[in-house]
């Protein structure tokens, strides 16, 4: 699935053995961290009026709550420097040792990262958004819970960082700011943002246009995901072009828990071949980043290469087609688009993919509407229906204007009114397109 909220996962059957392909796009709005004095003043008194008697504590408050945060934006500045510099004593200096168990965890992530390639490594402080730690829990003199932005990129695959919120408890000991905890606030939903480094050590393999981070122990596996993954780069671009960055990140997770951490999905994943997620952060003009293909183990193994072949290109067309379908492209064009690209060339017929749209139509059940973007929720028991109608609605287009009027009626649905531009790419109406899709279904799969 692919959209600019959380979606949850399909089940297609088809004779690849079946696969599930979810998307997720986790939006998310970036605040820049505000280095303006807080305090604000009411007006000029005459000078014989003399301060309020709220005045002084104010603006005492407000002081502190500056010097606070800068102690702390120094605190996390220098966290960064020591992961990107790869200086573990400078790193551990950031930690509250009376933490033992939060140190321990933090080492092993610090050590994780020793092979993943780091552009950017840094965090925002968002003074706007604050959490009231457990004081009682650290015993310090002063504890303060604000939003913290970490944004990274990879070398060579992100031209823009990608931003993770992460809800960090820092504790004042005597004069000296320190992280204490990430977890504090799990259960009142404001979780830290976990990637695969907090996992355990990240293994990495370099493909020729894709990047594999996964787990030791997974050397032969991870090599053969990239490959699949460099092939499926140039089976995209002949259809959609070479304006993206034909390259892509794939992570692979050990374990289903690990899966929806990373994708913050606490439901039941256990049936998802592959994920594709990104960030879209305000900042950037509704430009998603941190685009990654995300493999579950167990399903992909499960995978012979005809359907290795199809979830990886259809998981890479949506990295691709990413900036022109965060917003505005209906969920049907979107998911039939990615559906069209991964089974270009594979030989297999409508009736091989369409195998619970063809049982219903044979029924008398043939759908009378294009489905909407409701109906690509994993809690539709017609979900396959969904898919498989967004694919010969897909195909129909293809019928009537070619694979170029397909692209650019993809394109152009991201800024102007669908109505308007399928009459200009098929010339049909919708209404008239629905007719004909509705025979289509039929004359094809009845």
């Known amino acids: 699935m692919d959209g600019t909220g959380p979606r949850r996962p399909r089940w297609a059957r088809a004779l690849v053995a079946g696969f599930v392909a979810f998307e997720l796009v986790a939006a998310g709005v970036l605040v820049a961290r505000d280095t303006d004095d807080p305090v604000t ?13 709220d005045r002084p504590r104010q603006g005492a408050a407000d002081r502190s709550a500056v010097v606070r945060a800068n102690a702390v934006t120094d605190l996390l500045e220098r966290r960064a420097r020591a992961i990107r510099r790869r200086d573990r004593t400078s790193f551990t200096a950031t930690l509250d040792v009376t933490q033992r168990a939060f140190v321990t965890r933090q080492l092993k992530l610090f050590d994780a990262l020793a092979e993943v390639p780091l552009a950017e490594w840094r965090y925002d402080l968002v003074t706007a958004d604050e959490a009231t730690p457990p004081q009682r829990k650290y015993g310090a003199a002063e504890t303060w819970a604000p939003r913290v932005t970490l944004r990274y990129r990879l070398t060579g695959y992100d031209t823009s960082a990608t931003a993770a919120d992460q809800y960090l408890t820092f504790v004042r000991r005597g004069t000296r700011w320190l992280v204490a905890d990430d977890a504090d606030f799990d259960e009142d939903g404001r979780r830290t ?9 990240v293994s990495v393999v370099r493909g020729v246009r894709s990047l594999v981070l996964g787990h030791p122990g997974q050397h032969s596996f991870l090599r053969d995901v990239a490959r699949h993954a460099d092939d499926a780069v140039p089976r995209v671009s002949r259809v959609w072009g070479t304006s993206w960055s034909r390259k892509v990140v794939v992570v692979v997770p050990a374990t289903d828990d690990e899966l929806g951490a990373i994708i913050g999905d606490d439901g039941d994943l256990s049936r998802i071949a592959a994920v594709a997620v990104a960030e879209l952060p305000g900042d950037t003009g509704n430009r998603p980043v941190g685009n990654r293909v995300i493999v579950n183990p ?34 049907w064009l979107v998911e039939g688009f990615a559906d069209y690209v991964g089974y270009l060339g594979t030989g297999l017929s409508a009736r091989a993919i369409c195998q619970e749209l063809a049982a219903d139509v044979r029924a008398g059940r043939a759908p009378r509407q294009l489905p909407h973007d409701g109906d690509f929720d994993g809690g539709n028991d017609k979900l396959a229906q969904a898919y498989e109608s967004a694919w010969l609605a897909v195909h129909l287009v293809v019928e009537r204007a070619g694979e170029d009027g397909l692209v650019d009626l993809y394109r152009r649905a991201a800024t102007r009114p669908l109505p308007e531009v399928l009459k200009d790419v098929t010339g049909l109406t919708v209404e008239r397109f629905l007719v004909q899709w509705r025979a289509y279904v039929k004359a094809t799969l009845g």
């Open 41 to 53: 003043t009411t007006g000029a008194k005459p000078a014989s009026a003399g301060p309020t008697p």
């Open 193 to 201: 943002a976990r990637d695969i480094w907090d996992f355990g050590p």
């Open 298 to 331: 167990p399903n992909f193994r499960r995978l012979g290469n005809l359907g290795r072949r199809v979830v990886l290109t259809h998981e890479v067309t949506h990295v691709a087609t990413r900036d022109d379908s965060a917003v505005g492209v209906p969920t």
